[in-house]
T-cell receptor, first 115, second 113 residues
Framework: KQEVTQIPAALSVPEGENLVLNCSFTDSAIYNLQWFRQDPGKGLTSLLLIQSSQREQTSGRLNASLDKSSGRSTLYIAASQPGDSATYLCAVTGGYGTSGSRLTFGEGTQLTVNP | AAGVIQSPRHLIKEKRETATLKCYPIPRHDTVYWYQQGPGQDPQFLISFYEKMQSDKGSIPDRFSAQQFSDYHSELNMSSLELGDSALYFC????????????FGQGTRLTVV
């Protein structure tokens, strides 16, 4: 069955630092990968969608890369700000044990950016 | 731009009661998904619908049922509620297809007491 793992589980950095969040998945037969942001007790905000045929996507200070063959993705956040503090979730569609376009989520990385 | 609308935002029910959660997808989106997120956990897929037909089924208890209506809104019906059903319930919508982006609502926080 498809499993998604995110490292680290928590990260605390000073404001202005560049940082990388990691995501890995067990079955490389994915259709796409999405990165989400979740504030405490709130909904999921889609940050970036990478199709399985793509290598990376960029939006503002965010850059996500995908290495499908090795089952890995990274989310790079440049010049972090306190407002970036949230939980970042990685999710994939596809893979063994799944069907359709359901998302399989990782457990998230809780990011704290200190002023 | 219009987003996914869920109602109610908060719901408190007693054990063994029933609850109905509603979801209004983004206009022109034809696929709706339901996810459950327990405290400190990642969202787990429950069920999805495409054009009013169930398209995929995940770890949804038999006590739960869902449907999608002709206007594409969806309802999740939960009966014989248990304390363990307390969670955030998210609805997401997308256009049909495996490579389309899913957009999530703000969720309904269900508390069973």
């Amino acid at each position: 069955k498809q499993e998604v793992t995110q490292i680290p589980a928590a990260l605390s950095v000073p404001e202005g630092e560049n940082l990388v969040l990691n995501c890995s998945f067990t079955d490389s037969a994915i259709y796409n990968l999405q990165w989400f942001r979740q504030d405490p007790g709130k909904g999921l905000t889609s940050l970036l969608l990478i199709q399985s045929s793509q290598r990376e996507q960029t939006s503002g200070r965010l850059n996500a890369s995908l290495d499908k063959s090795s089952g890995r993705s990274t989310l790079y956040i440049a010049a972090s700000q306190p407002g970036d503090s949230a939980t970042y979730l990685c999710a994939v569609t596809g893979g063994y044990g799944t069907s359709g376009s359901r998302l399989t989520f990782g457990e998230g990385t809780q990011l704290t950016v200190n002023p | 731009a219009a987003g996914v609308i869920q109602s109610p935002r908060h719901l408190i029910k007693e054990k063994r009661e029933t609850a109905t959660l509603k979801c209004y997808p983004i206009p022109r989106h034809d696929t709706v998904y339901w996810y459950q997120q327990g405290p400190g956990q990642d969202p787990q897929f429950l069920i999805s619908f495409y054009e009013k037909m169930q398209s995929d089924k995940g770890s949804i208890p038999d006590r739960f049922s869902a449907q999608q209506f002709s206007d594409y809104h969806s309802e999740l019906n939960m009966s014989s509620l248990e304390l363990g059903d307390s969670a955030l319930y998210f609805c997401a919508s997308s256009l049909v297809g495996r490579n389309t982006e899913a957009f999530f609502g703000q969720g309904t926080r269900l508390t069973v007491v």
